[in-house]
């Protein structure tokens, strides 16, 4: 009766002490330079470029010239191959793709490992490089893969920096030491600017009435960010322009207590404090601005007179 069971026999094709092939004249060319960290491409009788080069014309048949061309190193990806898991025997230990490399100054494309560090960082037209390995022999091989070229950098920023304040941005800091917002009045045109200044922007008369604000007011317009900020409550935080009451001209702000995505103009907001013995001459004694839980104000009317 005959078994149901499959055959199966291994095979092994092995060659202990090595496979020796010659590689003639214009692939030898190729390996040669690759030795010496070059990389050549052949011309063909029609003026193309061939990298890798070959004995023939792909396209004619023609056999190529003797003419060799040193191309790249940087070349540009046309497409590629995403490997997440590698296998024994792939040129990297970490998830890479196979690609499709254009070398600068050739006509074809030749297929080598990039290790770009994530499939995202892959795009039609990437700029890569090679990178050699220590010691090379004349194998494709001697490449160990190419990276991208940098077109980034991440570097810390920093700039600390001194403001020596003028008379109207100093009595407006003393009014937030203390919990005040102080403002100035145009004799002529009435208009109460916040923060207070000594002169009128719209038409230059010299402010000299000074003038207590509500720390309560009206969201104008804002912004959502999403880059971290110390000064922020959390991320995505909320940055405003706040009409307060009394006031005829906004103040940027931050806004907190609040989802990000439930900020809206017509926000009625209220200041929220450091505690009076943590106060400086300095805004960061206001930490925002939080909802005060009244009924949206008609943007309209409290900022019909904002200028």
Request: with cysteine.
């Amino acid at each position: 009766m005959p078994s149901e069971e499959p055959l199966v026999a291994a095979h092994v094709l092995e060659f202990p002490g090595g496979y020796t092939r010659t590689t003639g004249p214009v692939i030898g060319r190729f390996l040669t330079e690759l030795r010496d960290r070059r990389l050549v491409g052949v011309r063909t009788a029609g003026g193309r470029v061939l990298v890798p080069p070959l004995e023939y014309d792909p396209d004619t048949g023609e056999p190529v010239t003797e003419e060799y061309v040193e191309v790249g190193p940087a070349g540009t990806v046309e497409a590629w191959a995403w490997v997440g898991s590698p296998r024994p025997g792939h040129p990297l230990d970490r998830p890479f793709a196979w690609a499709l490399i254009r070398l600068d100054g050739a006509d074809t494309a030749l297929v080598h490992a990039v290790d770009a560090g994530s499939r995202k960082a892959l795009r039609p037209g990437l700029r890569v490089r090679p990178r050699w390995r220590a010691a090379t022999t004349g194998h494709i091989t001697d490449i160990e893969c190419f990276l991208p070229e940098v077109a980034s950098l991440v570097a810390p920023v920093r700039a600390e920096y001194r403001v020596t304040p003028g008379r109207a941005l100093t009595r407006f800091l003393e009014g937030v030491r203390d919990g005040r917002f102080v403002g100035g009045r145009c004799a002529e045109c009435a208009a109460v600017y916040v923060p207070y200044r000594v002169s009128c922007p719209a038409c230059g008369s010299v402010i000299e009435e000074e003038v207590e604000v509500a720390d309560t007011g009206t969201v104008t317009t804002f912004a959502i960010n999403n880059l971290p900020d110390p000064r922020a409550p959390e991320v995505p935080f909320v940055s405003a322009y706040v009409l307060l009451d009394g006031a005829d001209t906004p103040m940027i702000a931050l806004i907190g207590g609040v989802p990000a995505h439930e900020v809206r103009q017509g926000m009625r907001v209220r200041a929220v404090w450091l505690p009076p013995e943590e106060r400086t001459l300095s805004m960061a004694n206001v930490k925002w601005f939080e909802p005060t839980g009244e009924p949206d104000a008609d943007l309209d009317e409290s900022a019909g007179g904002a200028r």
